[in-house]
């Protein structure tokens, strides 16, 4: 349910789709879709909300489009609903960039 937040509340949120706790946003730069970084290339955006992750204490993956939401297995609700919120104060940084 937060995935699906995230995609409805943010335009640079291409979806997200899970399996159990194993997860991935995919950011796009456009309304057709495009994502924001082609496959083994990188890009400011990415960068910069990778570094806003690390300094609001979300630790995770960040691969060209995709953001990893794999947590623990031992994460309580209130820890995952909170790096949630962190991803999606984060993901104003690639809302910027999206071009409409």
Same mark, same amino acid.
């Not at 290339?41 to 609001?56: C, K, L, V």
């Given at each position: 349910? #937060? &995935? =699906? $937040?995230?995609? +409805?509340a943010?335009?640079?949120? @291409?979806?997200? @789709?899970c399996k159990?706790?194993?997860? &991935?946003? =995919?950011?796009?730069? *456009?309304? +057709?879709? =495009?994502?924001l970084?082609?496959?083994?290339?990188?890009? #400011?955006? &990415?960068? $910069?909300?990778?570094? !806003?992750? @690390? /300094? *609001?204490?979300?630790?995770? !993956? %960040? @691969?060209?489009?995709? %953001? &990893?939401?794999?947590?623990?297995?031992?994460?309580t609700?209130?820890?995952?609903?909170?790096? !949630?919120?962190?991803? /999606? $104060?984060?993901l +104003? %940084?690639? /809302? #910027?960039? !999206?071009?409409?």
């Amino acid at each position: 349910s #937060e &995935m =699906d $937040r995230l995609t +409805a509340a943010h335009p640079s949120v @291409r979806g997200g @789709r899970c399996k159990g706790l194993f997860g &991935m946003i =995919d950011v796009q730069k *456009n309304s +057709a879709g =495009d994502l924001l970084v082609p496959y083994n290339s990188s890009h #400011e955006a &990415m960068a $910069r909300m990778g570094a !806003f992750f @690390r /300094d *609001n204490g979300l630790f995770t !993956f %960040i @691969r060209w489009s995709g %953001i &990893m939401c794999n947590p623990p297995l031992c994460i309580t609700e209130e820890q995952l609903l909170e790096g !949630f919120e962190i991803i /999606d $104060r984060g993901l +104003a %940084i690639t /809302d #910027e960039y !999206f071009e409409g």
